[in-house]
Structure formats: structure tokens, C-alpha cells
């Protein structure tokens, strides 16, 4: 009787004692955090707090928040950057170690952005970037240029995603997401630039004008006259426009056509490829915003788009492979913001750039 109940007793011991193995894979003891372990916390509306404290509260509610709580802050070091923030070097320039000189060295920043970011609204905020020379140079498609100008002439519409491709084809509309460009858009725009492109060739014979395709794009800014363009500001505050792939898109349709009417005309993507990197070569610091889709070894880097890294895709790849190619600076400030760009550029450049203006 006296062991029947202390195998009973055992076996009950079994019972409530938990495995080894599932006590080292659930209760592992936790590596102390270091002090300066940031908390994560959201914002608390109890306050009624103002948009900016929304805004900055970004940084600490974590996921995607958090990336655009850095890029604010990335966005904030390359404004305010000076050479004279940086220790003078041995080798340095004489003229470029006097206090007052160094003062007024900025870091360049680089904006890139592609052709359906300019038929969203996101082209004001472009626009107003460029009218206030809040950036220095911009890379973008053929289609980030002539929806620029095609908005000068005629409007683009809000429209559905689910609507039907080929009754919009029947009716001249063209979709992009659920926005709608009527083709006539595009023939006003032909009316518009086979005149220009006209002169640009007659120049180019009587002139021996060489046309390149950030001049053409700085010809257009000033021919469409046109305080809502980005190109009409970028062409009266001198910022370069860079589009190696000008003759994609429409803009590409125009010059196909030209050169049956009127053949002759040169562009010369050369002189952009050493004005581009010479912009780079020559900065003292670099740092660039790119929406949707870069140039070389930036010292600060913010990304937003929906890209993933699966597919290899150069927009996809986080901003650590943009290291390994050398395009972002080993010791940067980078971030990757995975999300559409117009949800969240309008909320970074106002805690950024608007915040001075």
C-alpha cells in the first residue's frame, strides 16, 4: 500500500512540472536594456496636443511611425548642416578656413522623385520646395517633367482604382491609380512643345546651340511661364533638373514625331552624366530624399516608397544594400519609409522645410 501511493505521489510530480525544454524556450532570462533604451509610448489626445507634438510623438509609437520620425530628423541635419560644423582638416582649402566662409556652406540635397508623384498632389509640394530653393537638384522620369507642364494646361481628375480599362480607353481617358488624365491633355501638350522643340532646332543650326536634357527641361520652365510649375521655379532659381531618360513618355512621343517633321535635333546625355556627378564630386556633404524609385555616396539618405527587397529591385532594396553599391555613405544617417509618399511627404516637409519658410 505504502508504495502503490508513492508512485501514485510521482506521477503527480510529473504532472505539474513543466519540461526543461519548454522553460529555456519560453522564460529565457532578458539581457538588461541599455539606459539609453528609448520606450516605446504613443501620443495621449487626454492633452489635446497641437500637430506638431502629434507629429514628433512619431518617433516613439515604433513600426513605420518611427522610420518617418527619423527621416524627420535626417531632413533636419542636412538643413542645418555648415562646413563650419566640421573640424578643419590639414589639407583644407585657405579660403575654405575662414569662420565666415565656412558658415555658408550648405549640405546639397538631392530630390528624386517619379512621374505619378507629380500627377498627385505631391507636385505642389514640389513645386513649393523649388520656389523656395529648399533643394538643389532634382532627378526625376520624363513623366515627372511633362506631367508638370501638362497640369499648366489642363487639369488631372480624381477617379476610382476599380474602374474599367477599356471603357475609359473608349472614352480618351487615361488612369493613373484613381487618378484620370483625359487624352486631351496630352494634345494640348503637343500643341504646346512642337513649337518649342521648332526653335530648339533652329537654334541648335544657327547657334550651334547643344542641347542637353536638363537645358531643354530649364527651356521649358522658362517658356511656360507658369508660377504653379516646379520647373518654372526651378528654372528662375537656377536648379538643375536631371532626367537621363527624357525621351520616355510623352515627351518622347514628341520628339519621335518632331523628327519626322523636322528632323535634326541633338540631345547630348553626356554633359548631364558629368554635371550630375560633378553636383556629387564637388559637394563638401550630400544628402538626398528620394519618393518612389539615387546618386552616389550621400551622407544622409531618406527613402519612401512601397518597393520590397524580394524582387532585387533597386527601389526595393533597403538602404544597407544602397551601402554596399557605395550610393549611401557608410557611416550615413539613412532611413527606409515603406509607404506611399502621399500619405507621408506632406507630413515630413511640415516639421521640415515648411517650418522656416
Same mark, same amino acid.
Given at each position: 500500500?505504502?508504495? %502503490?501511493?508513492? +508512485?501514485?505521489?510521482?506521477?503527480?510530480?510529473?504532472?505539474?512540472? +513543466?519540461?526543461? /525544454?519548454?522553460?529555456? !524556450?519560453?522564460?529565457?532570462?532578458?539581457?538588461?536594456?541599455?539606459?539609453? *533604451?528609448?520606450?516605446?509610448?504613443? =501620443?495621449?489626445?487626454?492633452?489635446?496636443?497641437?500637430?506638431?507634438?502629434?507629429?514628433?510623438?512619431?518617433?516613439?509609437?515604433?513600426?513605420?511611425?518611427?522610420?518617418?520620425?527619423?527621416? &524627420?530628423?535626417?531632413?533636419?541635419?542636412?538643413?542645418?548642416?555648415?562646413?563650419?560644423?566640421? =573640424?578643419?582638416?590639414?589639407?583644407?582649402? @585657405? $579660403?575654405?578656413?575662414?569662420?565666415?566662409?565656412?558658415?555658408?556652406?550648405? #549640405?546639397?540635397?538631392?530630390?528624386?522623385?517619379?512621374?505619378?508623384?507629380?500627377?498627385?498632389?505631391?507636385?505642389?509640394?514640389?513645386?513649393?520646395?523649388?520656389?523656395?530653393?529648399?533643394?538643389?537638384?532634382?532627378?526625376?522620369?520624363?513623366?515627372?517633367?511633362?506631367?508638370?507642364?501638362?497640369? #499648366?494646361?489642363?487639369?488631372?481628375?480624381?477617379?476610382?482604382?476599380?474602374?474599367?480599362?477599356?471603357?475609359?480607353?473608349?472614352?480618351?481617358?487615361?488612369?493613373?491609380?484613381? %487618378?484620370?488624365?483625359?487624352?486631351?491633355?496630352? #494634345?494640348?501638350?503637343?500643341?504646346?512643345?512642337? =513649337?518649342?522643340?521648332?526653335?530648339?532646332?533652329?537654334?541648335?543650326?544657327?547657334?550651334?546651340?547643344?542641347?542637353?536634357?536638363?537645358?531643354?527641361?530649364?527651356?521649358?520652365?522658362?517658356?511656360?511661364?507658369?508660377?504653379?510649375?516646379?520647373?518654372?521655379?526651378?528654372?528662375?532659381?537656377?536648379?538643375?533638373?536631371? #532626367?537621363?531618360? &527624357?525621351?520616355?513618355?510623352?515627351?518622347?512621343?514628341?520628339?519621335?514625331?518632331? /523628327?519626322?517633321?523636322?528632323?535634326?535635333?541633338?540631345?547630348?546625355?553626356? /554633359?548631364?552624366?558629368?554635371?550630375?556627378?560633378?553636383?556629387?564630386?564637388? !559637394?563638401?556633404?550630400?544628402?538626398?530624399?528620394? %519618393?518612389?524609385?539615387?546618386?552616389?555616396?550621400?551622407?544622409?539618405?531618406?527613402? &519612401?516608397?512601397?518597393?520590397?527587397?524580394?524582387?532585387?529591385? @533597386?527601389?526595393? *532594396?533597403?538602404?544597407? $544594400?544602397?551601402?554596399?553599391?557605395?550610393?549611401?555613405?557608410?557611416?550615413?544617417?539613412?532611413?527606409?519609409?515603406?509607404?506611399?509618399?502621399?500619405?507621408?511627404? =506632406?507630413?515630413?516637409?511640415?516639421?521640415?522645410?515648411?517650418?522656416?519658410?
Amino acid at each position: 500500500m505504502v508504495l %502503490l501511493e508513492s +508512485v501514485t505521489q510521482d506521477k503527480e510530480k510529473e504532472k505539474i512540472m +513543466v519540461p526543461d /525544454s519548454a522553460t529555456q !524556450a519560453v522564460l529565457v532570462h532578458s539581457t538588461p536594456m541599455s539606459e539609453d *533604451a528609448i520606450t516605446v509610448i504613443g =501620443p495621449d489626445f487626454n492633452q489635446k496636443l497641437t500637430y506638431d507634438q502629434i507629429l514628433r510623438s512619431y518617433d516613439r509609437i515604433g513600426f513605420q511611425a518611427t522610420s518617418v520620425g527619423k527621416a &524627420i530628423q535626417i531632413i533636419n541635419q542636412m538643413r542645418k548642416w555648415r562646413l563650419s560644423d566640421d =573640424p578643419i582638416s590639414p589639407d583644407e582649402k @585657405d $579660403e575654405l578656413k575662414d569662420p565666415s566662409i565656412r558658415s555658408t556652406i550648405k #549640405c546639397k540635397i538631392f530630390l528624386g522623385y517619379t512621374s505619378n508623384l507629380v500627377s498627385s498632389g505631391l507636385r505642389e509640394i514640389f513645386r513649393y520646395l523649388v520656389q523656395h530653393s529648399q533643394v538643389d537638384v532634382i532627378v526625376t522620369t520624363a513623366g515627372g517633367v511633362e506631367e508638370d507642364f501638362i497640369k #499648366c494646361l489642363a487639369s488631372t481628375y480624381l477617379g476610382e482604382f476599380h474602374l474599367p480599362g477599356v471603357e475609359l480607353r473608349k472614352k480618351g481617358l487615361n488612369r493613373i491609380g484613381n %487618378l484620370i488624365v483625359p487624352n486631351d491633355n496630352y #494634345c494640348k501638350f503637343e500643341d504646346w512643345i512642337v =513649337p518649342i522643340l521648332d526653335q530648339l532646332l533652329k537654334e541648335q543650326k544657327d547657334e550651334g546651340t547643344i542641347w542637353s536634357p536638363s537645358k531643354i527641361i530649364d527651356r521649358l520652365g522658362k517658356e511656360i511661364n507658369n508660377p504653379e510649375s516646379i520647373y518654372y521655379w526651378a528654372h528662375k532659381n537656377k536648379i538643375p533638373v536631371y #532626367c537621363p531618360a &527624357i525621351t520616355d513618355g510623352s515627351i518622347g512621343d514628341m520628339i519621335y514625331f518632331h /523628327s519626322f517633321r523636322n528632323p535634326g535635333l541633338l540631345l547630348d546625355i553626356v /554633359s548631364d552624366i558629368r554635371s550630375i556627378n560633378d553636383q556629387a564630386v564637388f !559637394a563638401r556633404k550630400t544628402g538626398m530624399i528620394i %519618393l518612389g524609385g539615387g546618386r552616389n555616396g550621400a551622407d544622409y539618405a531618406v527613402y &519612401i516608397n512601397t518597393g520590397h527587397e524580394f524582387d532585387g529591385s @533597386d527601389s526595393g *532594396a533597403r538602404p544597407d $544594400e544602397a551601402v554596399s553599391w557605395g550610393k549611401i555613405k557608410m557611416n550615413a544617417d539613412s532611413v527606409k519609409i515603406h509607404s506611399d509618399a502621399t500619405i507621408v511627404f =506632406p507630413l515630413i516637409v511640415a516639421e521640415t522645410f515648411a517650418k522656416e519658410i
